[in-house]
């Protein structure tokens, strides 16, 4: 199989997990928030930063439907994840290794001298 099949399959499948099978997970997704409520403490606990966003509370603001809003808010967060993983992937890529630019010029000057040992320069 190809690589690039291999990884569009990869995000298909990540894609159909979080925008369908994620209707199916457990109804308590915060764990601290179902315990908080079992113990009796979830009502000193304050709203988050993001609890405004078009993403908070695993649903998609200004969508009624609870199956779809959810299925959209997991695919964007599968779109974002990928967006930034990608970004940072490529960004360390182009910085390279230290070591692997000192292991390629001591590569060279040995190949250097060996031509020039046998009168190749």
């Known amino acids: 199989m190809k690589q690039r099949t291999f990884l569009a399959l990869g995000l298909l499948v990540c894609l159909l997990v979080a925008g369908v099978a994620s209707y199916y997970a457990s109804s308590h997704p915060d764990g601290l928030e179902y315990v908080a409520e079992q113990t009796g403490f979830l009502d000193s606990a304050e709203d988050s930063a993001a609890s405004d966003s078009p993403l908070a509370g695993y649903s998609t603001d200004g969508v009624d439907d609870a199956r779809l ?50 009168g190749r320069s």
């Open 69 to 118: 809003s959810g299925g959209l808010a997991g695919a964007a967060g599968v779109v974002v994840m990928l967006l930034l993983s990608t970004g940072l992937f490529w960004t360390l890529r182009r910085r390279g290794h230290p070591q692997d630019a000192e292991d390629h010029a001591d590569s060279e000057d040995h190949t250097d001298a060996e031509d020039h040992a046998d």
